[in-house]
């Protein structure tokens, strides 16, 4: 039996272990449990399909990762994994100008053509939109999408690793080295210890470039440090709210009894893990735009989570050239949560053998090279 070794325990290797175990591959994860880890720190959208990015390999991924949830939470529950921290409450799109939500409205109408996972798409006058979010500002009308969902990284992580514990995988915690004879990677080093691997396969986010080192290789790979706010409310049950996003690139969504504000996107901040006074302004100076009532709001944490970006924000899958025994994904970005669990659909596959469901010249490595 093949025996695979995933480097990266975020929500893409985590998926890649789940399917390789359940397909009865013989699996070792190992991580670093890194402070930063974006999956660790994500407050998942799950709702792509409004997005003006044009880039139509990235929009395949992220719908066809939209669509692939439903199933991967029906297989975690029945292998006993039933707190995933998904659910399907929908998103509202938020404008205070009419013909703004009318131009999302018709958009959403139009992808929903190939993309019926949507559900149904509603428009909402301002007071339709607050009865579905009380603390909002008066003003804000919405787009309201059905069938988006919310994702707590951490929760669904931890559901994937435990359902691929559950199929015979096993999991260190250590810093990994790559082992190779010429261009063959033979296996990894961790903790002192030579794991011998038929391939490895390295989801290690931003910190690519480390594992790759070794090699003489320079993968571009950029952190984007974001900092993300979570709050409680007093007397509110906020659990089944939706995901609101408003204009730009900041959001609302609820956990259990928070209320998640997010998010900061700091290009140039390297890897640093502090939460600072201007990710916490940034934060607060636009949630309480739209959410004015979030002045009442107690602050429970503020966590920092790092993003993979590579060339032109474009995700990459597949071999790493010039060297057998080693498969990779990387790039995804602000959309990780998304797009990981499809990304880690397809680095099983390409490992098994299997027909994949993307292209991956459309996604090529080399892009990331340099």
Not at 174 to 189: D, P, V, Y
Request: glycine share 10%; charged share 20%.
């Amino acid at each position: 039996m093949p025996k695979y070794v995933i480097v990266g325990a975020g929500i893409l290797g985590a998926t890649t272990a789940y399917q390789l175990a359940r397909n009865g591959a013989d699996v070792i994860v190992v991580d670093r449990s890194d402070s930063g880890q974006a999956t660790n720190a994500a407050a998942g959208i799950v709702s792509p399909w409004l997005s003006k990015r044009r880039n139509k390999a990235w929009y395949k991924l992220a719908k066809n990762g939209a669509n692939i949830y439903p199933d991967i939470v029906a297989d975690l529950a029945r292998d006993g994994e039933e707190n995933t921290g998904y659910a399907q409450v929908g998103a509202m799109y938020l404008h205070h100008i009419p013909e703004k939500l009318a131009e999302m409205e018709k958009r959403a109408l139009e992808r929903r053509n190939d993309a019926p996972e949507m559900g149904e798409v509603t428009r909402l006058n301002p007071e339709e939109t607050k009865r579905k979010f009380p603390i909002l500002a008066d003003n804000y009308g919405a787009v309201y999408i059905s069938g988006a969902a919310r994702v707590n990284g951490r929760q669904m992580k931890r559901a994937l690793l435990n359902g691929a514990k559950k199929h015979g995988a096993s999991m260190i915690i250590g810093h990994a080295e790559l082992l190779h004879e010429s261009s063959r990677i033979t296996g990894i080093k961790v903790n002192g210890n030579t794991i011998e691997a038929d391939m490895v396969i390295a989801c290690t986010g931003a910190w690519m470039h480390e594992l790759l080192r070794p090699l003489k290789i320079t993968f571009d790979v950029v952190p984007q440090k974001g900092q993300i706010m979570h709050v409680q409310l007093k007397h509110q049950n906020t659990h089944l709210w939706p995901v609101v996003k408003p204009p730009g690139a900041h959001y609302l969504l609820s956990f259990d009894d928070r209320i998640i504000l997010g998010a900061s996107r700091e290009d140039g901040a390297g890897f640093d893990q502090n939460v600072t006074a201007g990710g916490i302004n940034d934060i607060l100076t636009e949630a309480l735009k739209i959410a004015p009532d979030l002045r009442q709001s107690t602050i429970l944490e503020t966590r920092v989570g790092f993003r993979p970006f590579t060339p032109n924000s474009h995700p990459i899958i597949g071999p790493l050239p010039g060297y057998d025994g080693l498969l990779l994904a990387n790039g995804l970005g602000a959309t990780g949560i998304t797009i990981g669990p499809y990304m880690g659909n397809e680095l099983a596959k390409l490992a098994l053998g299997n027909t994949l469901d993307i292209d991956l010249a459309d996604y090529d490595v080399a892009h990331a090279l340099r």
